[in-house]
């Protein structure tokens, strides 16, 4: 049972303009999401969060949009870098995990290529 | 600031063998989590310590796969006997605090080939 997918395993984009990068969940017990991106033989880097009692949060050039009634949230990069190229993971927890677990379920990733 | 590492970087080994992986984390950071990550998915958790006592490893195969951290600081997973569905990138992360909105710091993982 997929909790949270990203339904596209790649995406193209010209440099300078913007990427956006798409998350379903299932479980409407998630309050709070993560983007994590990866490059080839590295460990998953944190990007930006949300939590639920919010519908945007911004950092620099990465904006997060949450649609919690469509459980749907989304990461824009704008502009787009050619060094932005990687996979991005999208991942969720829900509190009812409990304040001592920090458990986190990922998507499978979507694998962005920025041409120059 | 060391970030965290793991060792080995990669492992063949034939099914039924035995396999361990070492971890050690971020300097001061009391939760240590593994993760395994099969190709074309993303990291499933196996195990979170806080210090030294497990605090979730509802989705560790007990039957097979063990892991330890003694004095709360680095850890070791270990497979006995390895299956062939075992192979994966194990990726070892940390955090600061127990807490969910503690940031998870991931170290490069160990990519595992059975065979």
């Known amino acids: 049972d997929q909790q949270v997918k990203q339904n596209s395993p790649s995406l193209s984009v010209q440099e300078g303009r913007i990427s956006i990068l798409n998350c379903d969940y299932t479980?409407?017990?998630?309050?709070?999401f993560l983007w994590y991106k990866k490059y080839p033989a590295e460990g998953p880097t944190f990007l930006i969060s949300?939590?639920?009692?919010?519908d945007k949060n911004e950092d620099g050039r990465f904006t997060v949009f949450l649609n919690k009634s469509a459980k749907h949230l989304s990461l824009h990069i704008v502009p787009s870098q050619p060094g932005d190229s990687a996979v991005y993971f999208c991942a969720a927890s829900a509190s009812r995990y409990g304040g001592a677990t920090n458990k986190l379920i990922f998507g499978t990733g979507t694998l962005l290529a920025v041409q120059p | 600031e060391a970030g965290v590492a793991q060792s080995p970087r990669y492992k063949i080994i034939e099914k039924r063998q035995s396999v361990a992986f070492w971890c050690n984390p971020i300097?001061?950071?009391?939760?240590l989590y593994w993760y395994q990550q099969i190709l074309g998915q993303g990291p499933k958790l196996l195990i979170q310590f806080q210090n030294n006592g497990v605090v979730d490893d509802s989705q560790l195969p007990k039957d097979r796969f063990s892991a330890e951290r003694l004095k709360g600081v680095d850890s070791t997973l270990k497979i006995q006997p390895a299956k062939l569905e075992d192979s994966a990138v194990y990726l070892c992360?940390?955090?600061?605090?127990?807490?969910?909105?503690?940031?998870?710091?991931f170290g490069p993982g160990t990519r595992l080939l059975v065979l």
């Open positions: 992360a940390s955090s600061q605090t127990s807490g969910r909105l503690g940031t998870q710091y």
């Open positions: 479980n409407s017990m998630f309050d709070y």
């Open positions: 949300i939590s639920s009692i919010k």
């Open positions: 300097s001061g950071h009391a939760t």
